[in-house]
């Protein structure tokens, strides 16, 4: 984890590094004023948290399934669903904000005797404070990285809440569009996916 939280520092410093390579003068063309506010609908498939479940359904199969009644049968997840807020400063170059997210994930397993199918699903809810770096941004297309840390809060029924970190690092970003609204698509890791796209509005 360690590791991972030094990457996505060495990603924000590296395009910081480039930021300030580039013109002083780095206008946000996606607003009509350099310091505004986005709101962001997204979708991320391929989350830290189904590739988890998935992967250790998997090796429980092969290590305690011989000596259980049950087998691991598959893991199904909705998706990662994201509302996010970020407040752009420094000329459109820096955003910093939060989102929260809903994912839910049901595992399967498989009785060997009977056949029958015991479903354990569980809801998970994000909250996490997230900063973007643009790389450039022209008329109609931009580019930039993001990352995130925050909290997963897992419920499932008649247990306890359980909570986790949460972690986003997505290298490469592009959002497309007019001024007000734009589309966009990101690939990373973490748990909003492997990749996630979405729409948003300035203002």
């Excluded at 090796?59 to 997840?77: K, M």
């Excluded at 910093?96 to 009977?114: A, Q």
């Excluded at 029924?157 to 949460?166: F, G, I, R, Y």
Aim: with cysteine.
């Amino acid at each position: 984890m360690k590791k991972i939280l030094l990457l996505a520092a060495s990603i924000m410093l590296a395009c910081s590094s480039l930021s300030a390579q580039q013109s002083s003068e780095f206008n946000y063309s996606g607003a009509a004023r350099p310091d505004f506010n986005e709101i962001s609908l997204s979708y991320g498939y391929f989350t830290l948290n189904h590739l988890a479940n998935s992967f250790g359904g998997i090796l429980g199969a092969v290590i305690v399934a011989p000596l259980s009644d049950e087998t691991f049968s598959n893991c199904n997840s909705t998706g990662f669903i994201g509302l996010e807020y970020m407040r752009y400063l420094n000329s459109g170059r820096f955003a910093f904000g939060g989102l929260i997210g809903y994912e839910g994930i049901e595992s399967s397993f498989k009785n060997k005797k009977t056949e029958d199918i015991r479903k354990v699903g569980e809801t998970l809810i994000t909250v996490m404070p997230t900063a973007k770096v643009m790389w450039f941004n022209r008329a109609h297309v931009g580019m930039y990285s993001r990352a995130g840390v925050g909290v997963s809060v897992a419920l499932v029924p008649d247990k306890a809440a359980n909570c986790s970190l949460a972690l986003q690092v997505s290298p490469v970003g592009v959002d497309f569009g007019g001024k007000a609204v734009r589309g966009f698509v990101e690939a990373g890791f973490g748990t909003q996916g492997v990749i996630s796209a979405g729409i948003k509005t300035c203002f």
